[in-house]
C-alpha cells in the first residue's frame, strides 16, 4: 500500500515559520502590519459611536417620550398585577385566613346592596357619585 502524497504549495503571501528543533525554545510570529491597522478603525469607530450614543439617546427619548412612558405603565401595572396576586396566593395558604376573607367579602356586598341598591333614591345617588367620580377622573366640568 501506498500512502497518498501531499502535495505542498507555497505561496509568497504566507510564510510558514520555520519549527524549532531545539528544546524550550518558541519562535514568536509577528503579527502584520494591516490587522493592526485594521483594529484601530475599528476602535476609532467604536469610540465615535460612544461618543455620539447620549446624544442619540437623548433624541430617541425626546421623539418617543409619551410611548415610551405609557409601554413602561403597563409594565409597571402587569408587574404590580403579579405581585398582587402572588401576595394573595402566599395568604391564601395561611389557614383560616382564606374563609375570613371571604366572609369579609360577602359582608360588604351585603352592606353595598342594602346602601346603594335597594331603594330608587339611593341608586340616583350612587349614580350621581358615579357620574362625579368620571367628571373628575376625565376632567370634565359639569
Known amino acids: 500500500m501506498q500512502e497518498p502524497e501531499s502535495i505542498g504549495t507555497k505561496s509568497s503571501e504566507t510564510q510558514i515559520p520555520e519549527i524549532n528543533n531545539q ?3 518558541i519562535t514568536k ?15 476609532e469607530l467604536a469610540s465615535s459611536f460612544l461618543g455620539a450614543m447620549p446624544e442619540y439617546v437623548g433624541t430617541f427619548f425626546g421623539k418617543y417620550k409619551q410611548p415610551l412612558v ?3 405603565l403597563i409594565i409597571g401595572a402587569v408587574v404590580a398585577v403579579k405581585v398582587v396576586l402572588a401576595i394573595l396566593g402566599a395568604l391564601n395558604d395561611i389557614p383560616l385566613v382564606a374563609p375570613t376573607f371571604e366572609l369579609i367579602g360577602i359582608g360588604y356586598s351585603a352592606w353595598f346592596v342594602y346602601r346603594y ?14 357620574n ?7 376632567g370634565e366640568d359639569k
Open 132 to 138: 362625579t367620580l368620571k367628571a373628575q377622573v376625565m
Open 117 to 130: 341598591l335597594l331603594n330608587a333614591s339611593r341608586r340616583q345617588e350612587l349614580s350621581s357619585e358615579i
Open 70 to 72: 405609557s409601554v413602561a
Open 29 to 43: 510570529l509577528q503579527p502584520p502590519m494591516q490587522s493592526q491597522e485594521q483594529w484601530l478603525k475599528y476602535g
Open 23 to 25: 528544546a524550550g525554545t
